[in-house]
């Protein structure tokens, strides 16, 4: 089955601009989605097919995708920001099963 | 307003089972497929299983740490998704939470959660 890596714990400055990644080889055929979950809540949708922004979320949200990586960025980081953030995508092999990365720990100093 | 409520869930020891149960409202049930996803203690997400809109021909997929045990299914007629779960493990241990999939032939997504029901199963 496939793998989503994604760096565990990343810090950005307030204000400042953080890219969160998301390696792995079912990403150079299919899209990833993304989402954020803060302590206690249910994940929220925040980008999907690489790069596309669900109404309601803010437009310092943008996403990217090359090659096997793909990529959250958050432009003007705000403290409300602070979450972890999880990519997901199909396995390669059998599309119809589901992936999710291990998670990032968004810290906002 | 889209809302999906889990219930069902709570404490059970290893070997036994667990009916988990998740109404929908505010859309067009029939109309959209559906999934589980579970997150253990201090853990990540984990997918965990998939079901196709319609009742009939349904197209069914389970991650291989579930398979054999849990089984999905789901009553339009009700607006309700079911998860069955046998022969419970310690490691099936998680919020579960059913999500509505909008996802595309080139990518997965699932763009409402519900809030989320604990399983705990102890030894």
């Known amino acids: 089955s496939s793998e989503l890596t994604q760096d565990p714990a990343v810090s950005v400055a307030l204000g400042q601009t953080v890219t969160i990644t998301c390696q792995g080889d079912t990403l150079t055929t299919y899209s990833a989605s993304w989402y954020q979950q803060r302590p206690g809540q249910a994940p929220i949708l925040v980008m999907y097919a690489n790069n596309i922004r669900p109404s309601g979320i803010p437009d310092r949200f943008s996403g990217s995708r090359s090659g096997n990586t793909a990529s959250l960025t958050i432009t003007g980081t705000q403290a409300d920001d602070e979450s972890d953030y999880y990519c997901?995508?199909?396995?390669?092999?059998?599309?119809?099963?589901?992936?999710f990365g291990g998670g990032t720990k968004l810290t906002v100093l | 307003e889209v809302k999906l409520v889990e219930s069902g869930g709570g404490l059970v020891q290893v070997g036994g089972s667990l009916r988990l149960s998740c109404a929908a409202s505010?859309?067009?049930?029939?109309?959209?497929?559906m999934n589980w996803v579970r997150q253990a203690p201090g853990k990540g997400l984990e997918w965990v299983s998939y079901i196709s809109k319609s009742t009939r021909g349904t197209s069914i997929y389970y991650a291989d740490s579930v398979k054999g045990r849990f089984t999905i299914s789901r009553d339009n007629a009700k607006n309700s998704v079911y998860l069955q779960m046998n022969s419970l493990r310690a490691e099936d241990t998680a919020v579960y939470y059913c999500a509505r999939d909008q996802s595309g032939s080139y990518y997965y997504v699932f763009d409402y959660w519900g809030q989320g029901t604990l399983v705990t199963v102890s030894s």
């Open positions: 997901c995508s199909r396995d390669s092999t059998v599309s119809r099963l589901g992936v």
């Open positions: 505010g859309f067009t049930f029939s109309d959209y497929e």
